[in-house]
Structure formats: C-alpha cells, structure tokens
C-alpha cells in the first residue's frame, strides 16, 4: 500500500514535534511538514518534504495542493493564549484566517481526488468561559455543550474554529445544485494544558506546569505566575499524540461530536510544585500570581467531561498524575538537562 501524505502545520511546536515523531517511528506515512521558520534539526529528517512559509499565504498553500495528494491534515499552526491577547489582530489572523485556508485547502483536495480528506484539529479548553471561581468550583468536570463562553482572544478563535470546522464538513456551499457536503471529515481535540519532557511550550497560558518542571530539572528558581490553589486539567504529551492518531483513525460511524473533551488529570498548582520539590531537592518554587494571566486561567474549567470520547473512541490516558510523573516527565528531564 502507498504510503499516505499527511500535511502538519505548525510542525516546530509541540505537538508538531510529538506527532512527527510518532508517525515517522510507525511508518507508512509521507509527511509534509510546514512552518512559519524552518523546520527543527530534531524532526527534519523524519519529513518528506519541509515547507517553510506562512498558512495565510493561500498561493504557496495552492501550490502545495497541486504538488501533493494529501490524505490528512493535522492543523496544528496557532497563537497560544497569552502571546494572542498580546497580539490579538495577529492571533485572529493566524488562528481563524489561517484554519479557513487550510478548510478551502481541504476542499479543493478532496475535488482533486474525490474522496474525503481528514481534517484534525487540536482545540483547547480555553474555548470554556467559567464566569468565576464559585462556579469553576461547582462546575466540576464540565460538558463540551457548558460554559461555551471564552474570555480570551485565542479561545475565541478555537471555539469559532471548531465551527467552521463544523460547517465545511456539513454545510458547504449548502445552495450549490450540488453541494460538497460531506468532503472534509472534520474531527478535533479540547487539548487541556500539555506537558512535554522534551519541549516547553511558547506564549500559553497553562504553561507555568511545564515551565515549573523544566526550571526545577535545570536547579533553576521558578516563580510561578498564578496561585496555589490554581487548577485546571493537565496531561501529558505522549497521550496528546496517542489521542490525535486515535480519533483520526476512529470509524467516522463512531463519533457523535465534531470536537471531544479528553482530560488525564488535574492537580493544583501547589500539588505540581510538591511533587517538583520531592524529585528535585533544590526546586525552589514560589508562587506570585500574575492578575491578568491568572484570571484567564481562572475562568477555564478544573476538570472536563471526557465521556464521549472514551465511549465513542475508546479514549483512555495512559499516563495519571502519578505515572506521569515518575515514568515519563521525571527521568526524561532529569536525563534531557545531566
Ligand atoms: N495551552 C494553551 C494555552 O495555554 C491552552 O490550551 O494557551
């Protein structure tokens, strides 16, 4: 069987750098890897073809439609939370412009071969707006029908995305004689805050988990910028990828939902720290809240309701808090910075 040609943008992020490594290790995929700087030394060799270019240039995005037949594309390109309400014209090009190219980009390879292309998203829960914290507090695990009212720039874009996601899958040209419904099998991911042993993560909101574990792996001091008792649901990134490529590779039949909440686990701010603390000695941690930040971390939910996806793609974390910790983020790091 020939192998399939799967385009990734945003390839020198996180998730980029997760999921190149994984399909390269598993074979039988052509991966077309596109960022706005060039792609990594790390993943550059795992790629057929490096693309370096920008997702709102939709001439270079044509060009590359007539150079390849992709089979699927992971649109991984986006402005995280806190750089997007820095930048926020910027982050509403780049992450709803910039989806909208890659969606006509879709189309018009599912024309060129007829067929569907698969289009998978990564979303957030900051597309979740809690109104305060009594009621992130009551809300619990919380539905992807809930609190669907973002407060920052990014969820915003995320929320509209996953529509317009929604809409080219199902509406298209809905008054065409005949319309294309159906061409793009659409299928996206809420991400909670992500952790990764090898990378740390640029301009997000939920990044002070990760920076707390790479600080205190470096014996570097770390003042984290919200509070104690702050929590939101965190996982990490090897289940991030293991996700994606389970969700993509589900029978379209399967899924009820355009867009799934998956959650691993949720600890406070000072939970994370305690652990940090127990495997680092010298980690020193201190807590200095940040308003602004923290005030975007407050309004997303504690927990989400991951039902769906375990029942529809049988989703399930490999990694709790506590594997996380000491099978994967600890001895990685401990390694990545001796
Ligand atoms: N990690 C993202 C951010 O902090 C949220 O999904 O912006």
Redesign the pocket.
């Not at 991400?191 to 992500?194: I, Q, S, T």
């Given at each position: 069987m020939s192998a399939k040609t799967i385009l990734v943008t945003g390839a020198n992020g996180e998730i980029g750098h997760g999921l190149i490594d994984y399909l390269s290790e598993y074979g039988g995929f052509q991966i077309i890897a596109m960022d706005l700087v060039p792609i990594d030394e790390a993943v550059k060799s795992k790629c057929h073809r490096l693309v370096t270019g920008d997702i709102l240039d939709p001439h270079l995005l044509e060009t590359l439609s007539t150079e390849h037949n992709f089979d699927t594309i992971y649109h991984l390109a986006a402005l995280?939370?806190?750089r997007?309400e820095r930048q926020p014209t910027l982050a509403h090009r780049v992450n709803v412009d910039g989806t909208l190219n890659l969606l006509e980009i879709a189309i018009t390879q599912s024309r060129l071969q007829g067929k569907r292309i698969k289009f998978i998203y990564p979303s957030?829960?900051?597309v979740y707006g809690l109104p305060d914290l009594e009621t992130k507090k009551k809300a619990g695990k919380i539905k992807e029908n809930q609190y669907l009212s973002p407060r920052?720039m990014?969820g915003i874009n995320?929320l509209y995305s996953e529509q317009l996601g929604t809409y080219y899958a199902n509406y298209y040209r809905q008054l065409d004689a005949h319309p294309l419904n159906g061409q793009i099998d659409f299928r996206g991911i809420r991400?909670?805050?992500?952790i990764s042993a090898a990378t740390l993560?640029k301009?997000?909101?939920?990044?002070f988990a990760p920076e707390m574990l790479h600080m205190s792996a470096k014996n570097k001091n770390y003042e984290c910028f919200v509070r104690e008792d702050t929590r939101i649901p965190f996982m990490a990134m090897p289940d991030a990828i293991t996700a994606l490529l389970k969700l993509q590779a589900a029978p379209a039949e399967k899924l009820t939902h355009a867009v799934y909440n998956i959650s691993a686990f949720n600890p406070s701010a000072l939970e994370f720290s305690k652990i940090l603390k127990e495997a680092f000695n010298s980690a020193d941690i201190k807590f200095i809240s940040d308003y602004r930040r923290q005030a975007i971390i407050d309004s997303?939910p504690e927990d989400v309701d991951d039902t769906a996806a375990r029942s529809d793609w049988s989703w399930e974390p490999k990694y709790s808090l506590d594997k996380a910790f000491s099978e994967y983020l600890i001895p990685t790091v401990r390694k990545k910075y001796s």
């Open positions: 995280l939370s806190t997007a957030s829960i900051a920052t990014y995320k991400f909670p805050g992500l993560p301009g997000g909101t939920s990044d997303w």
